[in-house]
């Protein structure tokens, strides 16, 4: 790969980045990361366009944009006459396969060879198709766990005793941690388990205050056919029973 054209696929991303709406910044890959690129490879949400054009170019460079949310695009070379790259949607880390079932790839666009109109084309169509996409397979990996909000964190009884929940960002994070949730750094849902009722119901109690100084809601969810134990606070009332998205994975 030539040096003009490593170049320039990294000053685009940098201004790409720059142009598009929430906070990215961008990461450029080169022939040297081999590991990193094989380990995009396998994650570039695409069964059309850039697919295509993978199965004949292996990657050797690429621009990884990042959201500060996590979500990540890539762009990369489009390896024809043709002035401009590919853009293409990167699937989340480690989820599992059935969180996939029948969400549509949000499948990556050719773009021109102007960062600045680009960012108004990818605004427009590809980050819409992909943040639904995100927050279809997101939800699907909840496996029934009705999503918190920033504003309130959603707790669900499991059938195995256990109290479930999936922050909308970090910063109930620490309240969590402190009192006896455990963190799944697949799906990113915090557990708190069933082993000690009296443990269970106080940390119940005490997270209630504690995230309320931090301006969050609680909420206990109550599937159908349990109730939860009279030691849980009454100032959590359940929160209406999310439905789950049908799964049949694509990706």
Known sequence: MHDHNSERLASYADVLAGELPDTWFSTHLTAGDKDDLAELTDRIWDLDLVAALLAEHPLQQ??????????????????????????????P??????AYRGVPEPNGIALADDPFLSAEQVAGDLLIRYDRALAQVRHNALDGIQPSQPDRVVLTWQPDGSVATAPADGRPCTVLAAHGFVQDPHSGIYRLSSDDSQAQARALREIGPQLGALGIGTALQHPAGRHAPTSAPASMPPAPAGTRAPTARAR
Do not use: K, N, T, W
């Not at 990884?64 to 853009?87: K, M, N, P, T, Y």
């Not at 880390?93 to 059935?98: N, Q, V």
């Open 62 to 91: 690429a621009a990884v944009l990042c959201r500060s949310d996590g979500a990540q695009l890539v762009l990369i070379d489009r390896h024809d006459e043709r002035d401009g790259f590919l853009l293409a949607a990167v699937a």
């Open 93 to 98: 880390h480690a989820l599992p396969d059935e």
